[in-house]
């Protein structure tokens, strides 16, 4: 059982390493499209369901930031992260019951959805005697289905959550409806991109625009065009998920 287990993961660590240079030429050749570098987009791996021995192989392979999207699965895997070469995001939805969990685990919470959220990331920050960045998520789409912010409601957002002492804004992150085109895809991340100057053109105290974090397995180079510097890309380097 344990030859197998060790040639099943060769196998994932040779798929995963063909995986990784592939993401890596088109992520240089959409930053060269869009008049940057490569090491100006920040190449994130969507860690869900991935056990810790992948995980720490694709950071020996380069990744140097990972996201989880569940508080559970995190805390689970955390002391299997090989964190002293790489950074650990949470990016799916967080409740605030769960942010004392995260918080000083985490270098940034790029899912902050509300003054509520941002309110107890900077209680418990305060706490631990650290700062949180955090990224304020954008319902790009409107879908009422999904968690973020509606464009019309960012300003007082960005106001409030501003003047908390233990939270620094980094920028802004989006998961955009999936779409039938191409040209959909390129309307909503063009919007996005559109926010995030408006934002960094303001020069808000404690609003920094550092990250525009969009763009996934389907469509990271579509969002690099458009302007994102950086991607969260899960399946295309891992492979399909699998769900237990």
Do not use: W
């Not at 999207?69 to 967080?94: A, F, M, P, T």
Request: proline share 1%; net charge negative.
């Amino acid at each position: 059982m344990t030859e197998k287990l060790s040639t099943d993961l060769l196998e994932k660590f040779e798929e995963v390493k063909a995986n990784y240079n592939v993401i890596t030429e088109n992520i240089a050749r959409a930053a060269e499209r869009a008049g940057r570098k490569a090491e100006d987009i920040t190449f994130l791996a969507a860690v869900k369901t991935v056990e810790p021995a992948v995980i720490n192989y694709a950071v020996s392979l380069g990744v140097r930031h990972i996201g989880e999207n569940r508080v559970q699965e995190l805390l689970s895997k955390y002391e299997e992260y090989n964190l002293n070469d790489c950074d650990l995001h949470l990016i799916g939805h967080l409740q605030t019951n769960k942010v004392r969990q995260v918080v000083g685990m985490v270098s940034m919470i790029q899912s902050v959805d509300s003054v509520k959220l941002a309110k107890e990331i900077s209680k418990q920050s305060e706490k631990n005697n650290v700062t949180t960045d955090i990224l304020l998520e954008i319902n790009i789409g409107r879908e009422e289905n999904k968690f973020g912010i509606l464009t019309e409601n960012l300003d007082e957002i960005l106001e409030n959550v501003s003047k908390l002492n233990n939270v620094r804004i980094k920028g802004l992150m989006a998961v955009p409806p999936v779409c039938d085109t191409k040209t959909d895809v390129y309307k909503f991340f063009d919007n996005m991109y559109k926010l995030f100057i408006d934002i960094s053109d303001k020069k808000l105290d404690n609003v920094f625009m550092d990250y525009l974090s969009m763009g996934m397995s389907g469509d990271y180079q579509e969002a690099i065009i458009s302007g994102a510097n950086m991607v969260r890309v899960g399946s295309a380097l891992f492979g399909a998920r699998i769900y237990r």
